[in-house]
Structures are given as C-alpha cells and as structure tokens.
T-cell receptor, first 108, second 114 residues
Framework: RKEVEQDPGPFNVPEGATVAFNCTYS??????FFWYRQDCRKEPKLLMS???SGNEDGRFTAQLNRASQYISLLIRDSKLSDSATYLC?????????FGSGTKLNVKP | EAGVTQFPSHSVIEKGQTVTLRCDPI?????LYWYRRVMGKEIKFLLH????????ESGMPNNRFLAERTGGTYSTLKVQPAELEDSGVYFC????????????FGEGSRLTVL
C-alpha cells in the first residue's frame, strides 16, 4: 500500500469553478502535512501547510482529518494560473512521503 | 538569496556509463534530501543527509547509487553503471527542520539512459 494516495485526475474545470482534491495517508503517526504545487517540468513548491484546525490562504483552504487520515484542498474561483499538479505530502518519522499528484486543468 | 541549485539540468548517457549529479542546498540548511521521479510515478525518497551524515538511505535502489555530502555543504549522487530504469528526474531538496520544515526543491536533474 502506498504511503500517500491521491486521485491522479485530471480535473478539467472552467474558470471560476470550485474544485476539491483529496488525499489519504497510511501512517497514523504522521506529524505534518502539506500541499505542494508542481508546474509542468518544474520543481515542486510549497503551496500551504495543513493544520489540524484547518487553514485558509486566499482562495485555498486545506483541511486535515486525523481520525480518517484524510487531507483535502479546496480551490475557490479557479484561475487559469491554477493549472498545475497538486502534490499531497506527509511527514512521518522525519521522512516526507509524496502522493503521485492530482492534475488540474482550468479552462477559459 | 540563492535557492537549491542542481547540475546538470539534463544528462543523456548510455547504459553502463557513469553520471554524477550535484546539488547545492540553501545555505544554512542542514537537511538535504534526494528524490527521484520516474515517469508516471510519484516522487520517491532516496536518502536524507543531516549535515555530512547519512540519516536515512533506505530509498536508495541498489549499490549502483552512491551519495556523498562532504563537509556538509553540497552533495553528489553518482550512478555507476547506469541502467535504463534509472531514467527519471532527480530532485534535491533542503530544509532547516526535518520534521516540520518546508522542503525547498531544486529544479531537478533529468537523466535519460539509452
């Protein structure tokens, strides 16, 4: 079983749509959680950390459910520039585990 | 401030040859990681240095891969001899905190083994 599982997509949405990505992780002792964004042929970059209480950064909202070992990312009012692959990243035992990524295509 | 830099950005070699990838982390980051992404797969952990020491090398595929970080500064990852399945993008990342800190990635070294 993979440490981190994500729906690979692609998610094809129109501009202005709201889209949600989910991610599950297998290690219940995982300590910290992140969403990274990776543009085509570029390196991953941190989008936001995910806190137990949930957190929001502009149009982006991240939530963590430790009981279900589940992380989500909600993007509101999608922009063309949001098109990318979104990676769910989990840190357990000082090791970062990556999901395979969910591809988002925002269309005009 | 300079980010994580990797060299070369792209390397094309023949099966059986040797390639050495280099990573310069962000200055002051004790933690340095190597990851690999094979086409269509998730980014996979290779190993983790804390300063010059190998903290965890459980992700190294086999003994054809050798990583070093002399003096706790830059790191090299050597593949010798290279096989076809070694093709992929090798990412280096550094962080100041191995448990909770953000990973800063280099742009990756794309390796193609023919």
């Amino acid at each position: 079983r993979k440490e981190v599982e994500q729906d690979p997509g692609p998610f094809n949405v129109p501009e202005g749509a709201t889209v949600a990505f989910n991610c599950t992780y297998s290690n219940s002792a995982s300590q910290s959680f992140f969403w990274y964004r990776q543009d085509c042929r570029k390196e991953p970059k941190l989008l936001m950390s995910v806190y137990s209480s949930g957190n929001e950064d502009g149009r982006f909202t991240a939530q963590l459910n430790r009981a279900s070992q589940y992380i989500s990312l909600l993007i509101r009012d999608s922009k063309l520039s949001d098109s990318a692959t979104y990676l769910c990243v989990v840190n357990g035992f000082n090791k970062f585990y990556f999901g395979s990524g969910t591809k988002l295509n925002v269309k005009p | 401030e300079a980010g994580v830099t990797q060299f070369p950005s792209h390397s094309v070699i023949e099966k059986g040859q040797t390639v050495t990838l280099r990573c310069d982390p962000i200055s002051g980051h004790d933690n340095l990681y190597w990851y690999r992404r094979v086409m269509g797969k998730e980014i996979k952990f290779l190993l983790h240095f804390v300063k010059e020491s190998k903290q965890d090398e459980s992700g190294m595929p086999n003994n054809r891969f050798l990583a070093e970080r002399t003096g706790g500064t830059y790191s090299t990852l050597k593949v010798q001899p290279a096989e076809l399945e070694d093709s992929g993008v090798y990412f280096c990342a550094s962080s100041w905190d191995r448990a909770t800190g953000e990973l800063f990635f280099g742009e990756g070294s794309r390796l193609t083994v023919l």
